[in-house]
């Protein structure tokens, strides 16, 4: 569960060994409710107490250590020596600092005890660097996660959009060919004007282009420049809306250059 949290975390607190002494000092990387998932270094002396990897550092058990009370205050912490409930613990200082998610609550802590004489304030200093770099990164892999995760319900929606496209358009097709054949066979027998029927069979090739190109609402817009008459253009529209008009009374008066 927390084997990619400890993939980042371990970059970063290999540079404190390099800092501190850890024949007799143990790094942790803590949860929230309080459990050593890992650990480097030793400390022998701790290790008969019972705080060994996969142990609870609960007060209960330890008493009050930084461990202890960074999970109940959320808050970098150092506990010094006598500070120590636990007599054996009075020898050592321990230092935690709370690692936090966007909402600044705790999702784990870094943790360091150390025998109080190479204690001081330029431990808490490093391990509060290393769980900021550490916050950092691991919120710029959940950001690129985000991001990937995006990426792919984007292309599935593209996907759905282009075969939902290819259906409409094919059936469609289909029904404006029918249409076509029977413009055409009106024609043929006379029942249908010649002159409106070359019309009605434009519209429908305009529609059938207008259905081939459908699929590119699933693309990138492309813009394809090019020279058109406005006179040709204005006359196209006035033809297509004429027969409305006509029949809602509505004169179109056209004047071109």
């Given at each position: ?46 290790e008969k107490l019972g705080y ?34 636990l007599d054996v613990l009075k ?101 249908l004007d010649n002159t409106k ?61």
């Amino acid at each position: 569960q927390y084997s990619h949290l400890i993939d980042i975390i371990i970059s970063y607190i290999s540079k404190i060994e390099l800092i501190i002494p850890m024949d007799n000092a143990v790094i942790d990387i803590c949860t929230k409710e309080a459990t050593v998932i890992y650990r480097m270094g030793s400390a022998p002396s701790l290790e008969k107490l019972g705080y060994n990897l996969g142990c609870i550092v609960s007060e209960e058990e330890f008493g009050n250590t930084a461990l202890s009370l960074v999970i109940y205050h959320d808050n970098p912490t150092i506990v010094y020596g006598e500070e120590h409930f636990l007599d054996v613990l009075k020898g050592w200082a321990s230092f935690c600092v709370p690692r936090q998610d966007t909402d600044g609550k705790m999702l784990s802590a870094l943790n360091i005890m150390v025998p109080a004489e190479y204690a001081n304030q330029n431990i808490l200093g490093l391990i509060m660097v290393a769980a900021r770099g550490i916050e950092n990164e691991i919120m710029l892999i959940d950001e690129k996660t985000k991001l990937a995760t995006t990426n792919e319900l984007l292309t599935q929606f593209n996907d759905g959009v282009l075969r939902t496209a290819s259906m409409i358009s094919h059936e469609i097709r289909n029904s404006l060919s029918t249409i076509s054949a029977y413009v055409q066979l009106l024609q043929l027998q006379n029942f249908l004007d010649n002159t409106k029927g070359d019309k009605i069979l434009s519209e429908i090739n305009r529609i059938n282009k207008l259905v081939n190109n459908f699929r590119s609402l699933a693309e990138p817009l492309k813009f394809n420049f090019y020279k058109y008459s406005l006179n040709n253009l204005l006359s196209t529209v006035v033809t297509s809306l004429s027969a409305k008009a006509h029949m809602s009374n509505v004169i179109i008066d056209l004047t071109l250059p």
